[in-house]
């Protein structure tokens, strides 16, 4: 029996990069196929734990290389399978539906866009406009640090309300804006105060160009108060149609 | 990261990821996307048949919390030392400013632990050093202030 990695899936005739390279000891990546769906898959290291920062960028510096040239369901990390399982289990049970995907999916890649409170502007803004925080901001500054440690928790807390509500409407604008070259989006709430939006968005390949000159004008609209950060083009991550479930 | 954008040309917009070599991809955008999604299918949970041992790798989602607010704070008041403020903060406030800035790493990503963690299990690659040390300056103002 050998571990086999599965890296994504692919439709049978999609011609792979030649140069990935996988997590395994050897390094190769190659394709095993059945009927009209190829598992792109690898060896698997059996002398340590799957994991390792090494592993994770492999995986996914596999799954986007394929992206760029053709259409791609990428698997979650880690998926591993027994080689005889790659048919029997994987593929052949799920064909169909991973068919349905890949048509779903075809000729569209995914970019995240992810946007970041420039955070002195916004403070500095937010200071001025709020007599509320401002006044406490006041207070801080005459008192020793530890006397003023629960007026610095609600100047904290007051400053976080105000940046999160700012970013609901800043958000909306940017999704608006970048949202009409994508087929859909997927927006991710934001975890930190200072954080705008986390949104993937998928874009027909011939768009790709349009949406990146859009995001890049957005950018410089934007450059003084909000940083940008597009990763991609990728797999289509965000856009896996879960069907498997009800199944 | 600044860096990055201007050699990708565009001037406004880091970039990263992806197939152009990924250059600039961070290792919690790579964590973000490969964790976290992605097609899932139950025969991958068998895969302790297959002998392999996964690292657990946590990626919860950090909330705003009372060391959220006192960062917040902090960020306010430190404004001061280039606005237009009335002065008076001496070299002290000046140092401590400078440390929590470098700080900042602490809080500010949902999936810091996950790196960290990931961080731990490889000794010496460069690029995962710069994520990692970040931790260190804050807790060391932490001391300072209890």
Redesign the interface.
């Known amino acids: 029996?050998s571990?086999t990695y599965?890296y994504?899936?692919v439709s049978a005739d999609a011609e792979l990069p030649e140069d990935l390279v996988g997590l395994g000891p050897s390094g190769k990546v190659t394709t095993i196929a059945h009927e009209s769906v190829a598992a792109i898959v690898g060896d698997?290291p059996?002398d340590r734990?799957?994991?390792?920062?090494?592993d994770?960028?492999a995986?996914?510096?596999v799954?986007?290389?394929v992206?760029?040239v053709t259409t791609v369901?990428?698997?979650?990390?880690?998926?591993?399978?027994?080689e005889e399982?790659v048919v029997e289990?994987?593929l052949a049970p799920?064909h169909d539906q991973f068919v349905r995907?890949l048509e779903q999916l075809e000729g569209k890649i995914q970019y995240?866009l992810k946007g970041t409170y420039e955070?002195?502007v916004l403070?500095?803004e937010i200071?001025e406009e709020d007599a509320g925080i401002r006044e406490l901001?006041e207070r801080?500054?005459e008192l020793p640090?530890?006397a003023a440690y629960y007026d610095?928790?609600?100047?904290?807390?007051r400053?976080?309300k105000a940046?999160e509500q700012r970013r609901d409407v800043d958000a909306a604008d940017v999704l608006e804006r970048i949202g009409e070259y994508a087929v859909d989006v997927s927006a991710t709430t934001p975890?930190?105060?200072?954080d705008v939006v986390n949104a993937a968005f998928l874009v027909d390949r011939e768009a790709a160009e349009e949406f990146e000159d859009a995001?890049?004008e957005?950018?410089?609209d934007t450059?003084e108060w909000l940083?940008?950060?597009?990763?991609?083009?990728?797999?289509p991550?965000?856009f896996?149609p879960?069907d498997?479930r009800t199944e | 990261m600044t860096l990055a954008t201007q050699t990708q040309g565009g001037g406004h917009v880091d970039r990263g990821g992806g197939s152009g070599g990924g250059g600039s991809s961070g290792l919690a955008d790579v964590v973000e996307l490969i964790l976290d999604k992605g097609l899932v299918i139950d025969v991958f949970v068998r895969v302790s048949l297959v002998g392999i041992e996964i690292l657990t790798i946590d990626a919860r989602i950090v909330v705003a919390s009372v060391d959220t607010f006192l960062r917040f704070a902090e960020a306010t008041n430190r404004l001061d030392l280039y606005g237009a403020g009335k002065g008076g903060k001496d070299i002290t406030e000046l140092t401590q400013g400078i440390m929590e800035g470098g700080a900042k790493g602490k809080t500010s990503g949902v999936l810091d632990a996950a790196v960290d963690k990931v961080g731990e299990l490889l000794g010496g690659n460069d690029e995962e050093r710069e994520e990692a040390p970040r931790r260190r300056p804050r807790q060391r103002t932490r001391e300072r202030e209890g």
């Not at chain 1, 734990?49 to 090494?54: A, S």
């Not at chain 1, 610095?152 to 807390?157: D, F, I, K, N, S």
């Not at chain 1, 975890?191 to 200072?194: A, D, F, K, N, R």
Request: a negative charge; proline letters at 6%.
């Open positions: 029996m571990a599965v994504g899936l698997v059996l734990p799957l994991g390792t920062r090494d994770l960028v995986h996914e510096g799954v986007d290389a992206a760029a369901l990428p698997m979650r990390f880690p998926a591993v399978v027994e399982g289990e994987l799920h995907a995240t955070q002195d403070l500095r200071v901001h801080i500054r640090e530890d610095r928790v609600e100047l904290g807390e400053i976080v940046l975890t930190q105060p200072e995001v890049e957005l950018g410089a450059s940083r940008l950060r597009l990763l991609g083009p990728l797999a991550y965000d896996i879960q498997d």
